[in-house]
């Protein structure tokens, strides 16, 4: 096995195409109760955007290899790890601002945090649902506690974590609102959704108080789409949000429903890959994977996130961007779901 390894680096804040260089990096090395997985596939997030920009420029080191999602083939197992065998297929939610990413072709993380690759999911589609199924899992499962017969609003059911918690919530037994572009309305029904509004057209306020309320919020957007959030509860409702904003919350409104907020930061764990693959295998949840990019193309890939085009005039795709770090990654998904951005 080769000692080197290519690897995409985050040499600079600031733009996508000025930021990144692709080198051959040493390959690492597996640890102590540590797996080495040769990456297949990865994806982008908002979070890569923000730490691309330099918000969180005092916890990153440059130069640095971002990413968190991972789907791939265990290589090599160090000393003590004994949960897995070269050959394994896994994922995994790598740490935040923990070592090296994985926008590499081989990445060393604790076998603690990796779980079996669900069957049914290509490596392509496993990587795009790590991070925005574990988010959503320890939101709406962990942190809000919805409990069937509950109704829930989540912000932005079109992207990547909003697909994924429109899904979740309805496996759980939840009625699902959420806010969509009008484009997106049979997008994000065929989702499970039981209604969408077009947040474009106005205020979401009043067609979500029609309904009665809501329960549970999961806001993906932040900024006054949060501020407002307090206005749809039910009594004793749950807002959670996965958005850092400085602006003060509406919490004269909370205050007044008895509103219990979250406020999330996502930390990786296999247990909630597992139940995430339990849903996967009961086909209540599949990932939405808009476009699929090799390695190479990782500034294309934040500036199509960032709603920018790829060349052919396309719009931000719904759902996840995955990366293809491998060829053998790029492969139809095994039940044919494929999104077009």
């Known amino acids: 096995m080769s000692t080197s390894m290519r690897a995409v680096e985050l040499v600079r804040f600031g733009d996508a195409d000025t930021a990144f260089a692709t080198r051959e990096l040493p390959r690492p090395t597996p640890g102590p109760c540590q797996v080495l997985v040769r990456v297949l596939a ?16 005092d916890q990153v080191a440059l130069p640095t290899v971002i990413g968190n999602d991972v789907s791939g083939v265990v290589v090599e197992a160090g000393p003590g790890a004994d949960g897995f065998q070269p050959g394994d297929e896994v994922w995994y939610l790598a740490p935040v601002f923990a070592g090296q990413g994985t926008y590499a072709e081989y990445h060393v993380v604790d076998q603690a945090l990796v779980a079996r690759k669900p069957a049914r999911l290509s490596h392509v589609e496993a990587a795009g649902l790590a991070l925005v199924g574990v988010t959503v899992w320890e939101a709406l499962v962990e942190r809000a506690g919805v409990r069937a017969g509950e109704r829930v609003l989540v912000h932005g059911g079109a ?14 037994g939840a009625e699902v609102v959420t806010t969509a572009r009008a484009r997106d309305h049979e997008f994000v029904t065929g989702l499970g959704a039981d209604t969408a509004i077009d947040f474009s057209a106005g ?51 909370a205050w007044g429903v008895n509103a219990t907020y979250h406020f999330l930061f996502v930390s990786p764990g296999r247990s909630k890959l597992t139940a995430l693959g ?64």
């Open 278 to 341: 339990r849903l996967v295998d009961q086909g209540g949840l599949r990932p939405v994977i808009g476009a699929v990019l090799p390695l190479s193309d990782i500034a294309q890939a934040h500036a199509l996130l960032e709603g920018g085009s790829t060349g052919e005039g396309r719009r931000r795709p719904r759902g996840k961007i995955a990366i293809a770090v491998h060829p053998e990654a790029e492969v139809e998904p095994p039940h044919g779901n494929t999104y077009a951005p």
């Open 159 to 172: 992207g990547g974590v909003g697909s994924a918690a429109v899904q979740v919530a309805s496996a759980l």
């Open 42 to 57: 990865t994806s982008v997030n908002p979070l890569d955007l923000q730490t691309r920009r330099g918000d969180y420029r």
């Open 203 to 253: 205020d979401y306020v009043p067609q979500v108080r029609e309904l009665g309320g809501v329960d549970v919020v999961l806001d993906t957007v932040g900024g006054d789409t949060l501020t407002r959030s307090p206005e749809v509860l039910a009594d004793r409702g749950r807002v959670v949000s996965i958005v850092d904003i400085p602006e003060p919350q509406n919490l004269l409104a």
